[in-house]
């Protein structure tokens, strides 16, 4: 005869019902055991998209035609915007995406003999132009001190069309003054504003250019920037009546 203890064990006891989770404790859950594989994701999909973005250039704005800034002090924000609308006129769209695109680069070497910092952003300046002139990224240039550019790097095709060879020290015939070039000197660029040393400074765009020299890139292997017909015929359209 079983004792009573071992009937009282043995019992029928009915398990209890597990209660049905809300909504919100669902998520809650589901979560919790998710949430590094959700994490994980979001950051191979960012690591995806810079890529994308960043080396193979998709989502970007193409531009049609680049130019190269080259002077000591940069160009003002609202400056470069305008130039690079009014620029964009002259062109065509080159690559096909409905649209008009002039990018202006602007390599700034600053005063840099007493100051380390500004000789840091000079040196950073000099190699970014270094990638842009091996690469041929910019075809239009502007310049500061077109002969020392010219001596430094011996990029700049001559004016009739012909490239200088390494001999050549005729740097004059490389490129011409802004003001000299009736549609670069008639261009309306609008007024800049900028804060320089805490006071907010504003002026005519169109002066900051009147000291400068304009020049094209010339190409001695097959090596040549995008588009190099259609950078022709805008060099063509903005130095009409200039030489």
């Known amino acids: 005869m079983a004792s009573e203890y071992l009937k009282w ?3 029928d006891v009915k398990p209890d019902v597990p209660r049905e989770l809300t ?3 669902k998520r809650a859950n589901w979560w919790h055991y998710h949430k590094w594989h959700v994490l994980l994701g979001a950051v191979l999909l960012l ?3 810079n890529i994308l973005y960043h080396v193979l250039g998709i ?6 035609f680049q130019v190269a800034y080259v002077a000591s002090d940069p160009l003002p924000e609202d400056t470069v915007s305008a130039l690079e609308r009014a620029l964009a006129s002259f062109g065509t769209d080159c690559n096909g995406d409905g649209q008009t695109v002039v990018r202006v680069n602007q390599y700034v070497s600053g005063d840099s003999e007493n ?3 500004a000789a840091m952003y000079a040196y950073a300046a000099g190699a970014k132009l270094m990638s842009d002139l091996t ?8 310049l500061e001190d077109p002969e020392a550019f010219q001596r430094n790097y011996q990029v700049l095709r001559r004016l009739d069309g012909t490239l200088p060879d390494e001999l050549d020290t005729d740097y ?13 000197a008639e261009l309306e660029l609008g007024e800049y504003s900028e804060v320089v040393l805490g006071q907010q400074v504003t002026g005519d765009s169109q002066q900051l250019f009147s000291g400068l020299y304009v020049a094209r890139r010339g190409f001695w292997t097959e090596t040549t920037c995008a588009y190099p017909d259609q950078c022709d015929q805008l ?3 903005l130095t009409k009546g200039g030489f």
């Open 9 to 11: 064990k043995y019992r």
């Open 23 to 25: 909504p919100k404790e």
């Open 47 to 49: 690591a995806a998209g």
């Open 59 to 64: 989502g970007q704005v193409k531009p049609d």
């Open 115 to 117: 100051n380390s910092d």
């Open 135 to 142: 690469d041929c990224d910019s075809y239009l240039f502007l």
């Open 172 to 184: 004059d015939s490389c490129y011409l003054l802004w003001s000299d070039c009736p549609a670069l």
């Open 235 to 237: 060099w063509a359209e």
